[in-house]
């Protein structure tokens, strides 16, 4: 049981409740993770700005989400696990590349290979790559601003991994569906 409150739109006001409605606008319902994230309201704010940058980035939204899903998992974050498999179907990210990350197994596409073995690497080394990491993931087809937008989207789920370790919010039924 969270030591955290889960905030609704019936329990909360002012900044809190427009955020929450907004939310619930934008994704047709508030994923929980929101609800213990608004313990802080600057701390929503801060996760959909960076959202949105992600989003406007270089990388098609099924490598984001391929990304968003390997950085959950290295950060073994349950929530965003089963979120980043939901938005990955959604957004027609490889379905063998989602279960292979999900699973700890050989993902098939080489592209997708190599963008989650570079994010994985960027959590797991703390961002302090080397130059043949470097190497191979731009050898594989990707960009200087595409290695930028990893970390971005590193330090988005970094910042969603950690509240989620501390809070334990249970997946959405809406997510749930989804998979």
Same mark, same amino acid.
């Given at each position: 049981?969270?030591?955290?409150?889960?905030?609704?739109?019936?329990?909360?006001?002012?900044?809190?409740?427009?955020?929450?409605?907004?939310?619930?606008?934008?994704?047709?319902?508030?994923?929980? %993770?929101?609800?213990?994230?608004?313990?802080?309201?600057?701390?929503?704010?801060?996760? %959909?700005?960076?959202?949105? %940058?992600?989003?406007?980035?270089?990388?098609?939204?099924?490598?984001?989400?391929?990304?968003?899903?390997?950085?959950?998992?290295?950060?073994?974050?349950?929530?965003?696990?089963?979120?980043?498999?939901?938005?990955?179907?959604?957004?027609?990210?490889?379905?063998?590349?989602?279960?292979?990350?999900?699973?700890?197994?050989?993902?098939?596409?080489?592209?997708?290979?190599?963008?989650?073995?570079?994010?994985?690497?960027?959590?797991?080394?703390?961002?302090?790559?080397?130059?043949?990491?470097?190497?191979?993931?731009?050898?594989?087809?990707?960009?200087?601003?595409? %290695?930028?937008?990893?970390?971005?989207?590193?330090?988005?789920?970094?910042?969603?991994?950690?509240?989620?370790?501390?809070?334990?919010?249970?997946?959405?039924?809406?997510?749930?569906?989804?998979?």
């Amino acid at each position: 049981m969270s030591q955290f409150t889960f905030h609704t739109q019936e329990n909360t006001t002012g900044k809190t409740k427009a955020l929450l409605q907004g939310i619930e606008q934008d994704y047709g319902f508030v994923p929980n %993770l929101f609800a213990y994230m608004a313990e802080a309201p600057t701390t929503i704010e801060a996760y %959909l700005a960076i959202n949105e %940058l992600v989003a406007k980035g270089s990388l098609s939204p099924a490598q984001q989400q391929v990304a968003l899903l390997a950085a959950s998992v290295e950060n073994e974050c349950d929530f965003c696990i089963t979120a980043h498999r939901a938005m990955g179907k959604l957004n027609k990210s490889n379905q063998q590349t989602l279960d292979a990350l999900h699973s700890n197994t050989e993902i098939d596409d080489s592209s997708d290979r190599a963008l989650a073995s570079y994010v994985r690497k960027v959590v797991k080394q703390r961002g302090d790559m080397s130059d043949e990491d470097i190497k191979t993931f731009l050898d594989a087809g990707f960009t200087r601003q595409q %290695l930028m937008e990893v970390v971005l989207i590193v330090s988005i789920k970094t910042l969603s991994n950690y509240i989620n370790h501390v809070t334990r919010p249970e997946p959405n039924k809406e997510l749930l569906e989804m998979l």
